[in-house]
C-alpha cells in the first residue's frame, strides 16, 4: 500500500514540475549560438538547492513577477542534466543503493576464493549469485591503520578469515585463508591444519610491530620495519614455483597500498 501512495506522489509531484504555467523562474544558460531558456518553479529550486536559494534572494523580480537568473558558463547541456538532479523528488523506500563489501575485490573474486575453500571444481565453482558466504569486513588498511600491531589486535580469535592485499606499483592481489583462529598471545608457532594442505606462522608479542599475517614457509608474509605496511617493502610472496601455478612472475619484496580481512561466514538458509 505505501509503495502505491509513493507512486501516485511521484507522478503528481512530476506532473506540478513539468507543468510550465505557474512557473516563476527563468534560467538563461549558456552563450550564443547555445543560449537556451530553462524555466522553473521558485519553491522547487529553494528548497532542493542551497545555491539556487542564494541566487534567488538576491535576484528581483520583474514586472510579471518572474525572476531571472544568467548562467552563462553552464552549457545547456550540463545544465538540462543538471535542472533534473535538482528537481528530481526523493521519496522514501525507491533506491537502495549497495555499497561494494570490497575495495580490493570483487563479486567474482569473492566466488573464486569461496569455490577453493570449499574446493569445488571448475563445473561446480560458485558464481557470485550462488556464493554461500557472507564476507564480514574485520579490518582495512586504509581506515584501520597499517601497522602490524592493528592487525593482530582487531583479528585476534577470528577463525574463517580471508586476508587480500593490493601490491604497490602493479594491479596484483595477493592472499590467503585461514582456517583457524588468529592467536596475538601466542608465542612463534609453525601451525597446519589437519589436512596438512595449510600452514601459518603465528608470530608472538615481541615481533608483532613488524609481522602481519604469515601464510606457509613465506608463501604471503606481511612484514615492515617502519611499523606500516605502506612504507616500505618488506613483504614477501614466495609463491613463484611452489604451486601449480604461479603466483607472481617475481620473489622481489613489495610494500602494499590497502589490506582487508574478511571473515567468511555460511549464510542463513
Not at 2 to 8: A, H, I, L, N
Not at 63 to 89: A, G
Not at 131 to 145: E, V, W
Request: aromatic residues 12%; proline residues 4%.
Amino acid at each position: 500500500m505505501s509503495f502505491r501512495f509513493f507512486d501516485k506522489l511521484s507522478q503528481d509531484f512530476t506532473g506540478l514540475l513539468d507543468d510550465k504555467e505557474d512557473c516563476n523562474v527563468i534560467i538563461e544558460v549558456d552563450q550564443n549560438p547555445n543560449k537556451k531558456l530553462f524555466l522553473a518553479h521558485s519553491n522547487v529550486l529553494r528548497y532542493r538547492s542551497s545555491y539556487f536559494r542564494a541566487e534567488l534572494v538576491n535576484t528581483h523580480k520583474n514586472e510579471d513577477n518572474v525572476k531571472t537568473l544568467i548562467e552563462p558558463h553552464i552549457s545547456f547541456q550540463i545544465f538540462d542534466i543538471i535542472l533534473k538532479i535538482v528537481t528530481t523528488p526523493k521519496l522514501p523506500n525507491r533506491i537502495v543503493v549497495k555499497e561494494p563489501f570490497s575495495t580490493i575485490i570483487t563479486d567474482e573474486h569473492a566466488a573464486e576464493i569461496t569455490s577453493w575453500i570449499d574446493r569445488k571444481g571448475t563445473a561446480s565453482a560458485y558464481s557470485p549469485r550462488s556464493i554461500p558466504y557472507n564476507f564480514q569486513l574485520i579490518l582495512r588498511g586504509s581506515r584501520d591503520g597499517f601497522h602490524p600491531q592493528t592487525f593482530w589486535n582487531m583479528c585476534h580469535s577470528h577463525a574463517n578469515t580471508v586476508v587480500v592485499l593490493k601490491v604497490a606499483g602493479t594491479d596484483e592481489i595477493l592472499g590467503g585463508y585461514n582456517p583457524l583462529a588468529w592467536d596475538k598471545k601466542a608465542k612463534k608457532r609453525y601451525i597446519q591444519t589437519r589436512d596438512k594442505e595449510m600452514a601459518l606462522i603465528y608470530c608472538d608479542e615481541i615481533v608483532q610491530h613488524k609481522y602481519g599475517p604469515y601464510f606457509g614457509n613465506c608463501y604471503l608474509m606481511m612484514r615492515t620495519e617502519a611499523s606500516d605496511f605502506t612504507k616500505d617493502k618488506g613483504s614477501w610472496c614466495n609463491g613463484s614455483s611452489l604451486f601449480e601455478m604461479p603466483i607472481r612472475t617475481t620473489s622481489e619484496r613489495f610494500s602494499i597500498t590497502d589490506y582487508e580481512v574478511f571473515k567468511v561466514v555460511h549464510r542463513r538458509t
